[in-house]
């Protein structure tokens, strides 16, 4: 059963870089019929997405985060990762990866997220 | 804001039948196939609901149900039980490998 379990530092600092990681187990990330996605929501909000990667390296971007977004794969660790520039409050959220496949448009499974709240 | 535009809430009656609208454009909703639904419980991940509008994965009870008219999409929940308050999220692909999510909106069972 695939797994997914975000990681990161919880803690950013205002106008710094926002690291995370997925690690995806019971799975490859290389596999080519999926695409890996990063979600996120903010504290009593809606979901956002904000972008997506294939182990190939192609990157699709939320073109309203797209200046700020690095997303990356390393399939030696079975991880991807998503580095966000700039934060402000406004990034405050619940950040989620997840999968979707090359020939669908839905979002299953989800890993359980990891809160990163934007702080001075 | 977001791109999808869903009532902030949805109550019912245990056994009763209740829907939540999900309106986008002709430039999502509109123009494809491929409107999923999300079920949210407090403190937890969202799980899969309905794909490609009205196709539920193994697993999901058929009493949830998904349908689309125009630039609107609807989750219709029939015979309410108390184990379906919780948030329900749209999403719609929207061109070139990008999505879109509407604010989400809570079920309560009266």
């Known amino acids: 059963q695939l797994q997914l379990q975000e990681s990161g530092p919880g803690l950013v600092k205002t106008s710094e870089t926002l690291p995370l990681t997925c690690t995806v187990s019971?799975?490859?990330?290389?596999?080519?019929?999926?695409?890996w996605d990063w979600i996120r929501q903010p504290p009593g909000k809606g979901l956002e997405w904000i972008g997506s990667i294939h182990y190939s390296g192609t990157t699709y971007y939320n073109p309203s985060l797209r200046s700020r977004l690095t997303v990356s794969v390393d399939t030696s660790k079975n991880q991807f990762s998503l580095q966000m520039r700039s934060v402000t409050a406004a990034d405050t959220a619940m950040y989620y990866c997840v999968r979707h496949g090359v020939d669908n448009v839905w979002f299953d499974p989800w890993g359980q997220g990891t809160l990163v709240i934007v702080s001075s | 804001q977001s791109a999808l535009t869903q009532p902030a809430s949805v109550s019912g009656s245990p056994g009763q039948s209740i829907t939540i609208s999900c309106i986008g454009t002709s430039s999502d909703v509109g123009d494809y196939n491929y409107v999923s639904w999300y079920q949210q419980y407090p403190g937890k991940a969202p799980e899969l609901l309905i794909f490609d509008v009205s196709n539920r994965p193994s697993g999901v009870s058929n009493r949830f149900s998904g349908s689309k008219s125009g630039n609107t999409a609807s989750l219709t929940i029939s015979g309410l039980q108390a184990e379906d308050e919780a948030d329900y999220a749209c999403?719609?692909?929207?061109?070139?490998?990008?999505?879109?999510f509407g604010g989400g909106t809570k079920v309560t069972v009266l």
């Open positions: 019971g799975g490859s990330i290389s596999s080519s019929d999926y695409y």
């Open positions: 999403s719609s692909y929207r061109s070139r490998n990008t999505w879109v």
